[in-house]
């Protein structure tokens, strides 16, 4: 405020001293030099105390130097010519709206090494629903012997499937290929020979069809399970902070079956990378190649969950087996009861990763299947179908 008290040396009774000075009228105070003299006084302490993020007018405004914290991140690197092809690719069928069938249905893809033992369970949540669900057989090794009409000559083309290979990708990239071939196939479902339904048809087929999104599994590792079976050899497409794991159990959209069957570029980074023994390490493909796959080009699309349960509780390499004596109501309605999924690291400290399960934004059940159930308790599950599908 220096400059003002500067302004009013000389003030009217000095000026009135003056010989021979004519009769003035009192002065009046100029208030828009004040006015403008406060706003450059603020203007000055502003950029004092907050100084602005440009070179040059940091070094006019701040008194207290230049620190560039704030400098924008190194660029993102430069995409091979192969990655934008992919890209492009993907872009253009995630940005074309869906077209609505008139008869949509779901696809139901089963992947068996051969019998169905849970046929006549299915067959009876199928009852009385024809025309809104398709369902499609891969058997790797035996040709099953079918007691029911919507499994009779659904079986596919099939080839051999070794557990933790490669070859369990294609069983279920040959499944989508098939089940994309009928237009009215509008979501698709992998399920297991060990698989049952939790819910009745109608509760299955409102929850899949009305979802805004694909439930496909995905979380990240930091454990030797996750993190520690990713190769460089995936560089410069694939990078560790991109690396997802999940289970192998998804349903998902037309649009994101599509693109499963249009990449070429990152399953081809899973085959020869994501095997036993690469870089010493027992990568398992079925395990690692959707959930990264999708964290990459739609993240935004997948709910990061399955809806299929299974019990891992033993914390074994493969999960819990239901025998006929585990299977009872309560049991059923405990797994339909669950609204929190759960993902376990493999690291030593083994974090319990929990989030609630949403479906279009609301709190839901998480699971419409479960596995894996022994086929000594068909029996079982068939009397109490009726009963806890309606929970």
Same mark, same amino acid.
């Given at each position: 405020?220096?400059?003002? #008290?500067?302004?009013?040396?000389?003030?009217?009774?000095?000026?009135?001293?003056?010989?021979?000075?004519?009769?003035?009228?009192?002065?009046?105070?100029?208030?828009?030099?004040?006015?403008?003299?406060?706003?450059?006084?603020?203007?000055?302490?502003?950029?004092? %105390?907050?100084?602005?993020?440009?070179?040059?007018?940091?070094?006019?405004?701040?008194?207290?130097?230049?620190?560039?914290?704030?400098?924008?991140?190194?660029?993102?690197?430069?995409?091979?010519?192969?990655?934008?092809?992919?890209?492009?690719?993907?872009?253009?069928?995630?940005?074309?709206?869906?077209?609505?069938?008139?008869?949509?249905?779901?696809?139901?893809?089963?992947?068996?090494?051969?019998?169905?033992?849970?046929?006549?369970?299915?067959?009876?949540?199928?009852?009385?629903?024809?025309?809104?669900?398709?369902?499609?057989?891969?058997?790797?090794?035996?040709?099953?012997?079918?007691?029911?009409?919507?499994?009779?000559?659904?079986?596919?083309?099939?080839?051999?499937?070794?557990?933790?290979?490669?070859?369990?990708?294609?069983?279920?990239?040959?499944?989508?290929?098939?089940?994309?071939?009928?237009?009215?196939?509008?979501?698709?479902?992998?399920?297991?020979?060990?698989?049952?339904?939790?819910?009745?048809?109608?509760?299955?087929?409102?929850?899949? %069809?009305?979802?805004?999104?694909?439930?496909?599994?995905?979380?990240?590792?930091?454990?030797?399970?996750?993190?520690?079976?990713?190769?460089?050899?995936?560089?410069?497409?694939?990078?560790?902070?991109?690396?997802?794991?999940?289970?192998?159990?998804?349903?998902?959209?037309?649009?994101?079956?599509?693109?499963? %069957?249009?990449?070429?570029?990152?399953?081809?980074?899973?085959?020869?990378?994501?095997?036993?023994?690469?870089?010493?390490?027992?990568?398992?493909?079925?395990?690692?190649?959707?959930?990264?796959?999708?964290?990459?080009?739609?993240?935004?699309?997948?709910?990061?969950?399955?809806?299929?349960?299974?019990?891992?509780?033993?914390?074994?390499?493969?999960? #819990?087996?239901?025998?006929?004596?585990?299977?009872?109501?309560?049991?059923?309605?405990?797994?339909?009861?669950?609204?929190?999924?759960?993902?376990?690291?493999?690291?030593?400290?083994?974090?319990?990763?929990?989030?609630?399960?949403?479906?279009?934004?609301?709190?839901?059940?998480?699971?419409?299947?479960?596995?894996?159930?022994?086929?000594?308790?068909?029996?079982?599950?068939?009397?109490?179908?009726?009963?806890?599908?309606?929970?």
């Amino acid at each position: 405020m220096k400059s003002v #008290k500067a302004w009013r040396v000389g003030n009217v009774g000095d000026l009135q001293i003056l010989p021979g000075s004519r009769h003035r009228p009192h002065l009046k105070r100029p208030m828009w030099i004040i006015v403008l003299v406060t706003m450059v006084v603020l203007f000055l302490v502003c950029a004092y %105390m907050y100084p602005p993020h440009t070179r040059g007018a940091c070094y006019v405004f701040s008194s207290r130097g230049c620190k560039f914290e704030w400098l924008p991140p190194s660029p993102v690197r430069e995409l091979t010519d192969n990655e934008i092809a992919s890209r492009v690719v993907i872009r253009d069928i995630l940005n074309t709206p869906a077209v609505r069938s008139k008869n949509s249905k779901v696809a139901f893809l089963f992947l068996t090494p051969g019998p169905l033992p849970f046929e006549k369970l299915w067959d009876k949540f199928f009852h009385g629903h024809e025309g809104r669900f398709s369902v499609y057989v891969h058997a790797s090794r035996d040709k099953p012997v079918h007691f029911s009409r919507y499994f009779i000559n659904r079986e596919i083309r099939s080839e051999q499937v070794v557990w933790g290979r490669i070859s369990m990708v294609d069983a279920e990239r040959r499944l989508l290929a098939n089940a994309l071939k009928d237009p009215d196939n509008q979501h698709f479902v992998l399920l297991s020979d060990s698989c049952v339904p939790l819910h009745d048809f109608d509760y299955v087929y409102n929850y899949l %069809m009305y979802s805004n999104m694909s439930f496909i599994d995905c979380f990240e590792d930091p454990g030797p399970h996750g993190n520690g079976r990713y190769s460089e050899r995936m560089l410069p497409e694939v990078e560790l902070k991109d690396f997802r794991k999940g289970a192998q159990w998804f349903t998902m959209k037309r649009q994101h079956a599509l693109i499963v %069957m249009a990449d070429s570029l990152y399953y081809s980074k899973f085959r020869d990378y994501c095997k036993h023994g690469v870089d010493g390490k027992n990568c398992i493909a079925d395990e690692h190649y959707l959930p990264t796959f999708f964290h990459m080009i739609d993240p935004g699309g997948i709910a990061n969950r399955s809806v299929t349960h299974v019990d891992w509780s033993e914390r074994k390499w493969h999960p #819990k087996s239901y025998k006929r004596s585990d299977v009872s109501y309560d049991l059923l309605k405990n797994i339909t009861s669950v609204y929190l999924s759960e993902h376990v690291t493999s690291d030593e400290q083994r974090t319990v990763l929990m989030r609630p399960c949403l479906w279009n934004g609301i709190r839901r059940p998480c699971y419409l299947f479960a596995r894996k159930f022994r086929p000594d308790t068909l029996d079982n599950l068939l009397n109490l179908f009726s009963n806890y599908t309606t929970l």
